[in-house]
């Protein structure tokens, strides 16, 4: 017997325990562990049950994900769970922690289900770019009816215990060790002379509106293929008989494992979970940190002291004046009262929050105790550097020094105090309590336990960490400038904003970049284009002043009501403001362009490849550690569609010798912009792709 299912007695009951840390993953020797333990108990005499239950946190987490791409192992899932329900034997599933994909899977082969209060159940192989593939599109609609199983496998969404009572899912919930609350459920369904209740059994599910569910889940799913998948899965079985409807859910699965969006999806899975692993920080302990300070509380300011306070923190705002204090105050409570609203937080915390964990000030002393700095006030290097300069002054020794800076650099604002080495920088993006990014800047004298401490920040707040090194930019806004140039540059020469917005949208982008600078205010990429002018451009370098002239006629975007969009319609409108192809046209004049057309192919090809290029620098200059820090950043910072695994994953798939074929044609026409990035030479030299780079 496999050493991954232990095998014991409970009477005439045999207990089959699954122990594979952290989560019981359904690998192969789990898999074996299982069709042993089953075929012993049948063997035995004197076993009228069988219960299967998890060891630790969980029944079963599902199929082991690192098992896919490769050649599947005996005894394949979908087969093991057909033999768990062939038994004559009553075999029992007692669930706790989550059951998920497989995990719920082996509990629907088993004929009965008893779960703890808190257990989930769920089929979540749709994020992965799959569908349930053994038996779970089957069997759950016997259960629950095709519109609930619907609803479970194409959001992949977790069910409580409560909740799958009531759909039929488990069959009891009980509170208590997984084992004894199995054994006294087993025990009391022989007493009742229980039987083996086969799902494969039951009646197939009502038909519902089939067109309409694909229409509906089509409209959500943004391009991803496998919430499709599912239901034509689940079709089938409200369509065939239960062996028919297996073999067409195998055939759906095997078309899904075969798409690019599968590999694209499961890179995302491991990657999000890899990135704030870092082999320097083994070992290493963060600073303690209760109470944090945060200078400025504008946007970003009051976003990053709305997220500390919802994850327990103290904070203390400071602002320029009264009058500042209390509009940070105002921004700080309507995202809390957002918060509440959606039920992210009851209202006692909310007053609790409220009376007692903010404060609100404008003397520096009243920062002396903080753990934690976070200045986020203007983006302009001798406000900072005041900023900082007082902060040394007060804070407390050990104190970290954080700066929320979107381009400028930590080193030069960590030389005016006389402790650079707690000094880093912690990019949050906007909105700073919503979105999940957090760039994590160490700068050239940051200790390791600063750095450390800026994951930990990471992790309480429930945000995905990357490390960024200092550059213009750090990783993400580094990688956008040169995407948002290459987009420009095409403007230039003919294309509309509106089909660049729309061809990135049809790629998967949340949104294009137009309409995401509109949201962002256009004044922040005009001070950009000010800053850099002021340094110097290169000769050869493209330059154009359409936009800056939108900024001067008033249009900033959202804020303003207009932008390249015209939001009087509402926000969602995306009406085309009037006044910018006039403005485009006039610089086109100017510049002696003839203008050309673009296909959507086109435009999202430049787009990528500048993506991919700067991308490559980015990891070749050790400002990103891995390629998959630059593809968690665009996934979680800059809406790149996650089915397609980040632009280094994506650049893999398409291949990275043609890109560069690419990047060296574009050249021809524009030497300055599209230098090929050293190290997209060489992996194409080499032969090797950037996920290889991950491995090491
Ligand atoms: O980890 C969270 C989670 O949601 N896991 C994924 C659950 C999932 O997607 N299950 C479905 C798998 S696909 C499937 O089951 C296909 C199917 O229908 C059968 C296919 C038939 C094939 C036929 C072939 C002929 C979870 C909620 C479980 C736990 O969250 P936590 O935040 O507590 O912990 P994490 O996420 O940090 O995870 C701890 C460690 O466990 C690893 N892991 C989790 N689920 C895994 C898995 N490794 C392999 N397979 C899984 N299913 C995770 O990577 C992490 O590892 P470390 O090394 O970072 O600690
Ligand atoms: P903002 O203009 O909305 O807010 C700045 C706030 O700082 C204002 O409330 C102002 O009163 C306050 N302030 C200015 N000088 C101060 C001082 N000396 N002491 C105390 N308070 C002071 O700006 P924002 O958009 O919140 O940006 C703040 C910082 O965050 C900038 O460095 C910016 O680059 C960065 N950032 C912005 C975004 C974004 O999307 N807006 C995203 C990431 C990072």
């Not at 062996?243 to 494992?257: D, L, N, P, Q, V």
């Not at 309507?334 to 404060?359: F, P």
């Given at each position: 017997?496999?050493?991954?299912?232990?095998?014991?007695?409970?009477?005439?009951?045999?207990?089959?325990?699954?122990?594979?840390?952290?989560?019981?993953?359904?690998?192969?020797?789990?898999?074996?562990?299982?069709?042993?333990?089953?075929?012993r108990?049948?063997?035995?005499?004197?076993?009228?049950?069988?219960?299967?239950?998890?060891?630790?946190?969980?029944?079963?987490?599902?199929?082991?994900?690192?098992?896919f791409?490769?050649?599947?192992?005996?005894?394949?899932?979908?087969?093991?769970?057909?033999?768990?329900?062939?038994?004559?034997?009553?075999?029992?599933?007692?669930?706790?922690?989550?059951?998920?994909?497989g995990?719920?899977?082996?509990?629907?082969?088993?004929?009965?289900?008893?779960?703890?209060?808190?257990?989930?159940?769920?089929?979540?192989?749709?994020?992965?770019g799959?569908?349930?593939?053994a038996?779970?599109?089957?069997?759950?609609?016997?259960?629950?009816?095709?519109?609930?199983?619907?609803?479970?496998?194409?959001?992949?969404?977790?069910?409580?215990?409560?909740?799958?009572?009531?759909?039929?899912?488990?069959?009891?919930?009980?509170?208590?060790?997984?084992?004894?609350?199995?054994?006294?459920?087993?025990?009391?369904?022989?007493?009742?002379?229980?039987?083996p209740?086969?799902?494969?059994?039951?009646?197939?599910?009502?038909?519902?509106?089939?067109?309409?569910?694909?229409?509906?889940?089509?409209?959500?799913?943004?391009?991803?293929?496998?919430?499709?998948?599912?239901?034509?899965?689940?079709?089938?079985?409200?369509?065939?008989?239960?062996?028919?409807?297996?073999?067409?859910?195998?055939?759906?699965?095997?078309?899904?494992?075969?798409?690019?969006?599968?590999?694209?999806?499961?890179?995302?899975?491991?990657?999000?979970?890899?990135?704030?692993?870092?082999?320097?920080?083994?070992?290493?302990?963060?600073?303690?940190?209760?109470?944090?300070?945060?200078?400025?509380?504008?946007?970003?300011?009051?976003?990053?002291?709305?997220?500390?306070?919802?994850?327990?923190?103290?904070?203390?705002?400071?602002?320029?004046?009264?009058?500042?204090?209390?509009?940070?105050?105002?921004?700080?409570?309507?995202?809390?009262s957002?918060a509440?609203?959606?039920?992210?937080?009851?209202?006692?915390?909310?007053?609790?929050?409220?009376?007692?964990?903010?404060?609100?000030?404008?003397?520096?002393?009243?920062?002396?105790?903080?753990?934690?700095?976070?200045?986020?006030?203007?983006?302009?290097?001798?406000?900072?550097?005041?900023?900082?300069?007082?902060?040394?002054?007060?804070?407390?020794?050990?104190?970290?020094?954080?700066?929320?800076?979107?381009?400028?650099?930590?080193?030069e604002?960590?030389?005016?105090?006389s402790?650079?080495?707690?000094?880093?920088?912690?990019?949050?993006?906007?909105?700073?309590?919503?979105?999940?990014?957090?760039?994590?800047?160490?700068?050239?004298k940051?200790?390791?336990?600063?750095?450390a401490?800026?994951f930990?920040?990471?992790?309480?707040?429930?945000?995905?960490?990357?490390?960024?090194?200092?550059?213009?930019?750090?990783?993400?806004n580094?990688?956008?400038?040169?995407?948002?140039?290459?987009?420009?540059?095409?403007?230039?020469d003919?294309?509309?904003?509106?089909?660049?917005?729309?061809?990135?949208?049809?790629?998967?982008?949340?949104?294009?970049p137009?309409?995401?600078?509109?949201?962002?205010?256009?004044?922040?990429?005009y001070?950009?284009?000010?800053?850099?002018?002021?340094?110097?451009?290169?000769?050869?370098?493209?330059?154009?002043?359409?936009?800056?002239?939108?900024?001067?006629?008033?249009?900033?975007?959202?804020?303003?009501?207009?932008?390249?969009?015209?939001?009087?319609?509402?926000?969602?409108?995306?009406?085309?403001?009037?006044?910018?192809?006039?403005?485009?046209?006039?610089?086109?004049?100017?510049?002696?362009?003839?203008?050309?057309?673009?296909?959507?192919?086109?435009?999202?090809?430049?787009?990528?490849?500048?993506?991919?290029?700067?991308?490559?620098?980015?990891?070749?200059?050790?400002?990103?550690?891995?390629?998959?820090?630059?593809d968690?950043?665009?996934?979680?910072?800059?809406?790149?569609?996650?089915y397609?695994?980040?632009?280094?994953?994506?650049?893999?798939?398409?291949?990275?010798?043609?890109?560069l074929?690419?990047?060296?044609?574009?050249?021809?026409?524009?030497?300055?912009?599209?230098?090929?990035?050293?190290?997209?030479?060489?992996?194409?030299?080499?032969?090797?792709?950037?996920?290889?780079?991950?491995?090491?």
């Amino acid at each position: 017997m496999s050493s991954k299912i232990a095998y014991s007695r409970q009477g005439d009951i045999a207990v089959l325990t699954a122990q594979n840390p952290p989560v019981n993953a359904l690998s192969q020797a789990v898999r074996q562990g299982l069709l042993d333990g089953v075929e012993r108990a049948e063997a035995e005499d004197g076993v009228k049950a069988i219960l299967i239950v998890g060891a630790g946190r969980a029944f079963f987490a599902g199929a082991d994900i690192k098992e896919f791409g490769k050649p599947p192992l005996e005894p394949h899932l979908p087969w093991l769970v057909g033999r768990i329900e062939a038994s004559p034997l009553v075999v029992v599933a007692s669930m706790h922690g989550v059951s998920l994909g497989g995990g719920l899977e082996v509990a629907m082969g088993c004929h009965y289900r008893v779960a703890q209060p808190s257990a989930r159940v769920g089929l979540p192989e749709v994020h992965l770019g799959i569908i349930p593939g053994a038996g779970g599109t089957q069997r759950l609609p016997r259960l629950t009816g095709a519109d609930a199983a619907l609803e479970i496998a194409t959001t992949g969404r977790h069910v409580g215990a409560a909740e799958a009572l009531k759909l039929g899912i488990v069959d009891a919930i009980e509170e208590g060790d997984p084992t004894e609350i199995g054994v006294a459920y087993t025990e009391k369904l022989l007493a009742e002379g229980a039987v083996p209740r086969p799902i494969c059994e039951m009646h197939a599910p009502a038909a519902i509106d089939w067109s309409a569910a694909h229409a509906a889940v089509e409209a959500r799913a943004r391009g991803q293929l496998s919430p499709g998948f599912v239901v034509e899965a689940v079709q089938a079985s409200a369509e065939h008989s239960f062996e028919e409807g297996m073999k067409a859910e195998r055939a759906i699965f095997r078309k899904a494992m075969d798409t690019d969006q599968r590999k694209g999806l499961i890179h995302a899975f491991f990657s999000e979970r890899a990135v704030s692993t870092l082999p320097e920080l083994k070992g290493v302990e963060p600073r303690p940190m209760s109470q944090i300070g945060v200078i400025g509380g504008g946007t970003m300011g009051a976003g990053i002291a709305t997220a500390a306070l919802l994850s327990g923190f103290s904070v203390t705002m400071l602002e320029m004046s009264p009058e500042a204090g209390e509009a940070a105050r105002g921004r700080i409570e309507s995202n809390l009262s957002g918060a509440l609203k959606r039920g992210k937080i009851s209202a006692e915390q909310h007053a609790a929050i409220v009376e007692k964990a903010l404060q609100v000030v404008t003397d520096y002393n009243a920062l002396k105790d903080a753990d934690l700095l976070i200045e986020a006030v203007f983006e302009e290097m001798e406000i900072k550097k005041k900023v900082f300069a007082q902060l040394d002054a007060v804070c407390k020794p050990g104190a970290v020094l954080a700066s929320n800076t979107s381009y400028l650099d930590i080193n030069e604002i960590a030389s005016v105090t006389s402790r650079p080495e707690d000094v880093i920088g912690l990019h949050f993006f906007s909105p700073a309590h919503v979105m999940k990014l957090l760039e994590v800047v160490v700068a050239d004298k940051t200790a390791i336990d600063v750095v450390a401490t800026g994951f930990d920040l990471g992790k309480r707040l429930r945000k995905i960490s990357v490390r960024a090194g200092v550059c213009d930019g750090f990783i993400g806004n580094r990688i956008l400038s040169t995407y948002r140039t290459a987009a420009d540059h095409m403007i230039l020469d003919g294309a509309s904003p509106y089909e660049i917005d729309k061809a990135l949208e049809d790629f998967g982008f949340a949104m294009g970049p137009f309409a995401v600078a509109d949201l962002a205010g256009l004044d922040i990429g005009y001070a950009v284009r000010k800053r850099k002018r002021a340094e110097g451009l290169q000769p050869n370098e493209r330059d154009s002043h359409y936009a800056d002239k939108l900024v001067e006629h008033g249009h900033k975007g959202q804020k303003t009501g207009k932008g390249y969009y015209d939001y009087s319609a509402g926000m969602k409108a995306r009406v085309p403001n009037p006044d910018v192809l006039p403005l485009i046209k006039a610089e086109r004049v100017e510049q002696d362009i003839s203008s050309r057309e673009f296909t959507d192919q086109e435009i999202v090809r430049r787009y990528m490849a500048a993506m991919v290029n700067e991308a490559a620098k980015v990891v070749g200059e050790g400002i990103a550690r891995r390629p998959l820090d630059v593809d968690m950043t665009l996934l979680f910072g800059y809406g790149f569609p996650r089915y397609r695994g980040g632009p280094l994953k994506w650049a893999d798939i398409v291949g990275l010798d043609g890109l560069l074929a690419d990047i060296n044609r574009y050249a021809e026409d524009d030497p300055h912009f599209w230098q090929p990035a050293p190290l997209l030479e060489q992996l194409v030299a080499e032969g090797k792709t950037f996920d290889d780079l991950n491995q090491s």
